[in-house]
């Protein structure tokens, strides 16, 4: 835990730096970043992102959690109360089915784009975990990488990122995602 708690801090300090925020140093790559973290340790980056809220830092951080994201899109497309009836009468299947036409990663990022404010410096985006298996996070990054303008995103990673595959929670099936850089 001291460990996470170091990662974290140093987290804390990078996303103010300049040279982060501008993305220098990525060699004209595209400024997404990828903070690995084993499952266990949610409640403590849960409660970092918590804290990170709060405090007074050098840069405006807007923090999506992907699960709340989707909550929104459900009620804007006045679909959420009705999804424990459709999986009742017409099944998982169909209903993820469903999900993944009405709730997919350009709507996901649309929403997010939207919430991010022009005086925003970085996307954090936490909630990956909760949000598998009807929002992959890979998805998400390439329908996000052109709506962000160069704004450092930063994606709080449940798993493993080896700079080629990301893997959730050190188990599931590695999704190639080529585009980010691992971050501390």
């Known amino acids: 835990?001291?460990?996470?708690?170091?990662?974290?801090?140093?987290?804390?300090?990078?996303?103010?730096?300049?040279?982060?925020?501008?993305?220098?140093?990525?060699?004209?790559?595209?400024?997404?970043?990828?903070?690995?973290?084993?499952?266990?340790?949610?409640?403590?980056?849960?409660?970092?992102?918590?804290?990170?809220?709060?405090e007074s830092l050098k840069c405006k951080v807007h923090i999506v959690d992907l699960y709340e994201t989707f909550l929104a899109i459900c009620e804007e497309k006045r679909i959420l109360d009705r999804i424990p009836q459709l999986e009742k009468r017409r099944g998982k299947d169909f209903l993820a089915?469903?999900?993944?036409?009405?709730?997919?990663?350009?709507?996901?990022?649309?929403?997010?784009?939207?919430?991010?404010?022009?005086?925003?410096?970085?996307?954090?985006?936490?909630?990956?975990?909760?949000?598998?298996p009807f929002m992959r996070v890979h998805s998400l990054l390439n329908a996000l990488q052109e709506k962000m303008n160069g704004k450092p995103i930063v994606v709080l990673y449940p798993g493993e990122f080896n700079g080629h595959y990301l893997k959730l929670f050190n188990q599931l099936k590695a999704n190639e995602y080529y585009r980010a850089f691992s971050i501390i």
Not at 7 to 32: A, M, P, T
């Open 97 to 132: 089915k469903q999900l993944e036409r009405s709730c997919n990663a350009k709507i996901f990022a649309q929403k997010i784009v939207e919430d991010f404010g022009n005086d925003q410096n970085v996307l954090i985006i936490i909630g990956v975990g909760k949000v598998f």
């Open 1 to 54: 835990m001291k460990d996470l708690d170091a990662r974290l801090d140093r987290l804390k300090n990078l996303i103010q730096e300049e040279d982060f925020l501008l993305g220098r140093g990525l060699s004209n790559e595209v400024n997404i970043r990828i903070f690995c973290y084993g499952a266990k340790d949610e409640m403590a980056v849960r409660y970092f992102t918590e804290r990170l809220k709060t």
